[in-house]
């Protein structure tokens, strides 16, 4: 068991809070039950060590049985050993240091499936936001994320966290000229659709058909000038009642769920 939270290993882990160990290293960490369950779910060949207290070892045996079984290296470490390692104020018990695989805009564009559903994040910057877009374009379905260089580092332990595991589940292409992002998608035929409060076409009215990404900006200033007219609609979600916006992620989650459900329906027509 590692007890001493002043150690050079415990060091280590802790330094890739820092955006520049992690772009040194190629590691980040995943902190809490869900991330690290649905890491050696789905990419045990990038978790190179769980880390784990003897109560949620416990607790949460079904992770640490399937870790072990995939030959990862599980270390069981003392609550204050694990708090030292971890930016959360109230660790869960369970973390692992894993290592990201990079993948190219063009390797992912290439992959693209018929009839594709894209997530742009353009010059978004708050690690919640982005974490629970990734997570909303999982659960709409979506085939990838892209995210500009502009934007926050999706590798970050608060972004990671706001995933809730889903950064695990899709494609997810970073650091990126947002001008590539968009001349790449429209060289592959994917309309580009712009979320912003500045559009003039509302969602229920536009055209969700065909391959298309949602493109989304910043939270305080919505898309630059410049990304909004390169795209081919600027649409925005009605506001019913007296709310004067909507936070970004709750705004991209409606616009993703209404490509999943046309999309879907594309599907029982054809």
């Known amino acids: 068991m590692l007890t001493n939270p002043r150690s050079d290993r415990?060091?280590?882990?802790?330094?890739?809070?820092?955006?520049?160990?992690?772009?040194?290293?190629?590691?980040?960490?995943?902190?809490?039950?869900?991330?690290?369950?649905?890491?050696?779910?789905?990419?045990?060949?990038?978790?190179?060590?769980?880390?784990?207290?003897p109560e949620a070892a416990d607790r949460h045996g079904d992770v640490v049985a399937a870790a072990?079984?995939?030959?990862?290296?599980?270390?069981?470490?003392?609550?204050?050993?694990?708090?030292?390692?971890?930016?959360?104020?109230?660790?869960?018990?369970?973390?692992?240091?894993?290592?990201?695989?990079?993948?190219?805009?063009?390797?992912?564009?290439?992959?693209?499936?018929?009839?594709?559903?894209?997530?742009?994040?353009?010059?978004?910057?708050?690690?919640?936001?982005?974490?629970?877009?990734?997570?909303?374009?999982?659960?709409?379905g979506a085939d990838l994320v892209v995210v500009s260089d502009a934007s926050v580092d999706v590798l970050g332990p608060?972004?990671?966290r706001s995933t809730v595991g889903s950064l695990w589940h899709l494609p997810i292409v970073t650091e990126v000229p947002i001008e590539t992002i968009l001349e790449g998608l429209r060289a592959v035929g994917v309309r580009l659709l712009a979320a912003d409060g500045a559009g003039q076409t509302l969602l229920p009215d536009a055209d969700l058909g065909g391959p298309h990404a949602w493109v989304l900006g910043n939270e305080a200033w919505g898309l630059e000038d410049q990304v909004r007219d390169a795209c081919d609609d600027v649409i925005r979600v009605p506001i019913h009642g007296h709310a004067e916006s909507l936070n970004l992620a709750m705004a991209a989650t409606l616009c993703l769920y209404g490509s999943a459900e046309a999309r879907r329906r594309r599907r029982r027509s054809g």
């Open 158 to 160: 608060k972004v990671v």
């Open 10 to 53: 415990v060091k280590a882990v802790r330094a890739l809070s820092r955006r520049s160990v992690r772009s040194r290293t190629g590691q980040f960490r995943a902190e809490g039950p869900q991330a690290v369950r649905e890491a050696v779910r789905f990419a045990p060949e990038h978790v190179r060590d769980l880390y784990v207290t």
């Open 68 to 140: 072990r079984e995939a030959k990862l290296w599980v270390h069981e470490v003392t609550p204050d050993v694990l708090a030292a390692m971890c930016d959360a104020e109230h660790p869960q018990g369970l973390m692992a240091v894993c290592r990201w695989a990079r993948l190219s805009l063009s390797d992912a564009l290439g992959a693209l499936p018929p009839d594709p559903l894209v997530c742009v994040l353009a010059h978004v910057r708050d690690p919640g936001n982005a974490g629970t877009v990734i997570r909303g374009a999982d659960a709409a």
